[in-house]
């Protein structure tokens, strides 16, 4: 079993930027698949942006060249950091981890709003 507890959301003024931090529990967290999600009110949850086990990353068209997804190993940790933030970019934020059997664990969510 893998928890996830999600941290660094906020309101932030368009143009600004945050940085969410996701620590997870368990073992095995290199082997794994991570990233973020986000819901927006009204819409389907959607990939925002992942990193797997060996590096490799994959963001969503929107937020290309905006937003960053690094991963710590050592400490059980993915972070986005979002730059350059749009008023769409407002939505629940969540952290995912996708095991080698393709379980998927989800943290509880972080609420991002950016005002215009």
């Known amino acids: 079993q893998v928890q996830l507890v999600e941290s660094g959301g906020g309101l932030v003024q368009a143009g600004g930027s945050l940085r969410l931090s996701c620590v997870a529990s368990?073992?095995?967290?290199?082997?794994?698949?991570v990233g973020w999600y986000r819901q927006a009110p009204g819409n389907e949850r959607e990939l925002v942006a992942a990193?797997?086990?060996?590096?490799?990353?994959n963001y969503a068209d929107s937020v290309k060249g905006r937003f960053t997804i690094s991963r710590d190993n050592a400490k059980n940790t993915v972070n986005l950091q979002m730059n350059s933030l749009k008023p769409e970019d407002t939505a629940v934020y969540y952290c995912n981890v996708r095991n080698v059997y393709h379980t998927n664990y989800w943290g509880q969510g972080t609420q991002v709003t950016v005002s215009s």
């Open positions: 368990g073992s095995f967290f290199s082997l794994n698949t």
């Open positions: 990193i797997t086990s060996g590096g490799s990353t």
